[in-house]
């Protein structure tokens, strides 16, 4: 189905484990994102992408990595998991600088 | 840097009347796009609602509209003839217009709407 879709839509971990979300769209946008919500924040740039191998940290950069091989994917990856990073993960995309962005229907990820 | 306030945590409205949100930013700019987004409990982001800054009409889509003060850094959100399906959370956004800047929106910490029937 076309659209921006998100994997897994839940997730627990554990401590100082690895985990990766994943984004996957089907429109060949060009600029993707990963926001985080949290209570009494809203939503909140982690890092974006204006184009396939070209990445650059938002807002809350720290303890994540992504990378854009594809136009299509932007994978998410915390190296180490912190408590501090339970959250509801959504991402993103853009076709390009003047128009709306789409969202994904989050990962509600729990660490534990 | 922009920042967007949205004074009111909840509200409510009862079915078939009418409820405005409230939302204020800052920024030094003079162009960028406004938005309202909607989330259910699905927990799915949906734009209800965009505004250009360069444009003094105020959007409307269907039952939505909005009262855009650029002057006083305002962008409210009226919702009329209110249903049961409106109950969500609301959040006002902002995004820059200039290339370096409009890679990212700026959200408010929203609104929970209840509808009452």
């Known amino acids: 189905d076309a659209g921006i879709t998100q994997s897994p839509r839940y997730k627990i971990t554990e401590t100082g484990r690895q985990v990766t979300l994943m984004c996957h769209q089907t429109?060949?946008?060009?600029?993707m994102f990963w926001y985080r919500q949290d209570l009494g924040h809203g939503l909140r740039l982690i890092y974006y992408?204006?184009?396939?191998?070209?990445?650059d940290k938002g807002e809350v950069p720290d303890g994540y990595v992504v990378s854009r091989s594809k136009t299509e994917n932007f994978p998410l990856t915390l190296e180490s998991a912190t408590r501090s990073q339970t959250s509801v993960y959504f991402c993103?995309?853009?076709?390009?600088?003047?128009?709306?962005?789409?969202f994904g229907q989050g990962t509600r990820l729990t660490v534990v | 840097a922009q920042t967007v306030t949205q004074s009111q945590p909840e509200m409510s409205v009862q079915e078939a009347e009418t409820v405005t949100l409230s939302c204020t930013y800052d920024?030094?700019?003079?162009?960028?796009?406004l938005f309202w987004y909607k989330q259910p409990p699905s927990r799915q982001m949906i734009l209800v609602i965009r505004?250009?800054?360069?444009?003094?009409q105020n959007a409307t889509e269907n039952r939505f509209s909005v009262n855009f003060q650029k002057a006083a850094k305002s962008f409210s959100l009226k919702i009329s003839d209110s249903q049961l399906g409106d109950a969500a959370m609301y959040f006002c956004?902002?995004?820059?217009?200039?290339?370096?800047?409009?890679?990212?929106?700026?959200f408010g910490k929203g609104t929970k709407l209840t509808v009452n029937p």
């Open positions: 992408s204006a184009a396939a191998d070209i990445t």
């Open positions: 505004q250009e800054a360069y444009k003094q």
């Open positions: 993103a995309s853009r076709v390009g600088t003047n128009t709306e962005a789409f």
């Open positions: 920024t030094s700019e003079s162009d960028y796009y």
């Open positions: 429109w060949s946008h060009s600029y």
């Open positions: 956004a902002y995004r820059s217009w200039s290339q370096g800047g409009s890679e990212k929106l700026v």
